[in-house]
């Protein structure tokens, strides 16, 4: 999750990997060594049951300023993870709780 830098590119050193499920996780030793706190939403497979599209969307958007804001002030990196738009076909998955679940519907919509 560590890029190297490329300093004959001029490009700096760059993680990769941060996570947006439900909320910004944004602790990364070495970037600050300091853990903030944004907003922490349901799961999307709780937020997908309820069918509310304008709850998807609304949620969404406050995850995405909350990154921007977290990013703009040095405590994060602009690649988030999530969500798994991917519907949920194997129970024996650990992350299943980050898709909208197994309805074909359902996750159409929800990917939209």
Known sequence: SDGSPVPSLGMAFYQWW??????????????HN?????????????TAMSFNRTLWKKTGGQIGREARATMN???????????VVNMARDPRWGRNLETPGEDPYLSGEYAE
Do not use: K, M
Not at 18 to 31: A, D, F, K, Q
Not at 34 to 46: D, G, S, V
């Open 18 to 31: 941060s996570e947006g499920t439900h909320g910004v996780s944004h602790y990364r030793p070495g970037l």
């Open 34 to 46: 300091e853990t903030l706190y944004q907003t922490n939403f349901a799961f999307p497979i709780t």
């Open 73 to 83: 002030a040095g405590n994060a990196y602009s690649t988030f993870w999530a969500p």
